[in-house]
């Protein structure tokens, strides 16, 4: 038998074959909307199930057919379904495991768009929902109810990285037989794969690292069949949240390159983190790669790589962290991450804008928190670009007056 590939030739070969009429090695782009058929037995065989094809775009096309295969593939999963965001894939995820009157588990420190959803439409819908400390499994028990129908994690958590247990958690899902829904976009496939530690639904927006290049919003749906047929068939194709073909393609091409990118996404950020560590204008650095990370064991085990973001609490509180960010010049400020790029922004008045005070508090997004993705530049002009904005709000604060540094 042959040896299984390793993760970066599985990126570049698995479920390739070269174009059959020209030979073409690049993924062709198929923007049709309409499908033909032979008879009508075999469209009418195609929409009702019995056999598998591609019908109509509103419920995918060949070009998405191949990135769907690639990603189930990526993550040891049945199928795949591709969506035009990542919000598009949590809300059908959610849609599709939960009706009116049910309940869900939420790990406590959650995307700003994720908190968004579970606090305005849900309830719309009448689903009610618990955000929960789910480093401790305990508080997972605790918090089950008659109606409570599915659990859903992200780990690392946006933005303060928090590493769950999903394996452990995994355990208590299944003696409730409950659905864990992970969001796995902080890790790509190569960094870890939630489906192999017991998780049922995976998730990610495909806008950041699978993408990679800043210029596709999307998102992916990884589970058994049955479920994404029913996704496909039922919400994604009644809500319209088909992605483009030529978003597909765009991602399918930045997933070539995903193994050497996310090797060099760890080691940047891991450099970061170490230097803001031992910076004196630093109160507190969130990185799994630091032994000071709480959760520096489980992500040791857990995870294949510690990733790319890096978060840093800055002494002096929001008017630091804001003029601090105002003071970079090769970093960018901007709302997403997994770029080339470093990007820089602050939680608590942009990505987590939404979350109440209390929840904002709970999940650690103090006004001082800054989350810096880190891109794919030498790591030696990003860390100087850090340290001359360091030392000007140091200087403005000192000719200020301000006590803040000693
Ligand atoms: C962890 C995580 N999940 C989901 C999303 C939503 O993705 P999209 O912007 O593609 O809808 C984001 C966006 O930042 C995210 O950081």
């Known amino acids: 038998m042959m040896r299984k590939w390793g993760v970066s030739t599985e990126l570049i070969h ?3 074959v070269a174009e059959r009429k020209t030979g073409a090695v690049a993924q062709p782009i198929v923007p049709a909307v309409a499908f033909s058929f032979e008879t009508h037995e075999m469209a009418s065989d195609t929409v009702s199930g019995k056999v598998d094809g591609i019908y109509y775009g509103r419920y995918g096309n060949s070009t998405l057919r191949v990135l769907e295969e690639k990603m189930a593939s990526l993550e040891n999963g049945e199928a795949a379904l591709a969506v035009g965001s990542g919000m598009a894939a949590i809300s059908s995820v959610l849609f599709g495991v939960l009706q009116n009157g049910d309940h869900l588990l939420v790990t406590k420190d959650v995307y700003g768009g994720t908190y968004h959803f579970l606090t305005t439409l849900l309830p719309r819908c009448g689903i009610s929902f618990s955000l929960v400390d789910c480093t401790d499994v305990n508080c997972i028990v605790e918090a089950i109810q008659p109606n409570t129908k599915a659990v859903y994690i992200e780990t690392p958590s946006n933005p303060v990285l928090t590493v769950l247990d999903i394996e452990a958690i995994a355990n208590v899902t299944k003696q409730y037989d409950l659905p864990l829904i992970v969001d796995n976009t902080f890790m790509s496939p190569c960094l870890q794969k939630p489906l192999d530690l ?3 639904i995976v998730i990610h927006s495909a806008t950041k690292y699978l993408n990679g290049h800043g210029d596709v919003i999307a998102g992916v749906i990884v589970a058994d069949a049955e479920f994404i047929q029913f996704i496909r068939k039922q919400i994604m194709g009644d809500l319209g949240q088909v992605l483009s073909a030529w978003d597909a393609f765009l991602i399918l091409r930045g997933l070539k390159t995903l193994g050497l ?17 031992s910076h004196p204008q630093v109160e507190r650095v969130y990185y799994p790669g630091l032994k000071s990370h709480p959760q520096y064991e489980i992500a040791e085990r857990q995870m294949g790589g ?10 002096g ?13 090769l ?27 209390s929840d904002r508090m709970d999940a650690g997004i103090t006004d001082g928190l800054i989350r810096l993705s880190a891109g794919l530049e030498d790591v030696e002009d990003v860390i100087d670009d850090l340290a ?16 803040i540094y000693g």
């Open 198 to 200: 017991g998780a049922d």
């Open 331 to 357: 970093s960018m400020i901007s709302f997403s991450l997994g770029d080339p790029e470093t990007l820089v922004q602050h939680p608590a008045t942009m990505t987590h804008s939404s979350l109440s005070e």
């Open 261 to 277: 990118r996310m090797e060099r996404h760890c080691s940047n950020a891991h450099k970061i983190a170490t230097f803001l560590e």
């Open 306 to 315: 510690m990733g790319g973001i890096v978060s840093f609490e800055m002494k």
């Open 14 to 16: 698995d479920q390739h």
């Open 388 to 403: 001359q904005a360091f030392d000007k709000i140091k200087e403005t604060s000192k000719r200020n007056g301000e006590m």
């Open 317 to 329: 509180g929001s008017t630091a962290a804001t003029s601090f960010i105002d003071a970079l010049h």
